[in-house]
T-cell receptor
């Protein structure tokens, strides 16, 4: 595997389910990010991790819970989601947190549908 | 006023046409200007980036930044059907604290018709 991978690629869940999204980067980077891409809206930064430590939470509801066990893996745990949470969830990584924005590499995303 | 404005399109052009994609912004702190290409069911991939004002050319693609007007453009010459995708502009401040904060436009969906 190369670059940034995400699993699953598609996920359908009910509002009472609990599921997790997984991201893995094979680039030796130290910073990882979760973004949300909704229809007709710009990409929104959700969480930022630097060397496994969370450095940013952009006022994301607590029904989204990130976890970063090491610099290569990032999870997004989901519970009691709402239909408006349906979106493409993108993971990205960069060599270091202070890297300029253009140095972020994105994964293919997980398409989430909440019924 | 939104920080970054981008016409969502869709934009449909015949093969071989010159395509012009644009974004305007309001935050003077932006120093890096990026264009991403996103194919259907894929993540964004960096196409080009420019630091501060000026032009940058890469093959059929030219990026322009006019900081005085807070306006950036991406030109695609001799457009191909394989250029059909959504194009996202993004911006970030100078490197350092907060430099990872990308502010995106909504994206313009481009279709190049054979």
């Amino acid at each position: 595997e190369t670059g940034v991978t995400q699993t699953p690629r598609h996920l359908v869940m009910g509002m009472t389910n609990k599921k997790s999204l997984k991201c893995e980067q094979h680039l030796g980077h130290n910073a990882m990010y979760w973004y949300k891409q909704s229809a007709k809206k710009p990409l929104e930064l959700m969480f930022v991790y630097n060397f496994k430590e969370q450095t940013e939470n952009n006022s994301v509801p607590s029904r989204f819970s990130p976890e970063c066990p090491n610099s290569s893996h990032l999870f997004l745990h989901l519970h009691t989601l709402q239909p408006e949470d349906s979106a493409l969830y993108l993971c990205a990584s960069s060599e270091r947190l202070s890297s300029s924005g253009y140095e972020q590499f994105f994964g293919p995303g997980t398409r989430l549908t909440v019924l | 006023q939104k920080e970054v404005e981008q016409d969502p399109g869709p934009l449909s052009v015949p093969e071989g046409a010159i395509v012009s994609l644009n974004c305007t912004y309001s935050n003077s702190a932006f120093q890096y200007f990026m264009w991403y290409r996103q194919y259907s069911r894929k993540g964004p991939e960096l196409l080009m980036y420019t630091y501060s004002s000026g032009n940058k050319e890469d093959g059929r693609f030219t990026a322009q930044v006019d900081k005085s007007s807070k306006y950036i453009s991406l030109f695609i010459r001799d457009s191909q059907p394989s250029d059909s995708a959504t194009y996202l502009c993004a911006m970030s401040p100078y490197s350092g604290a907060g430099s990872y904060q990308l502010t995106f436009g909504k994206g313009t969906k481009l279709s190049v018709i054979p």
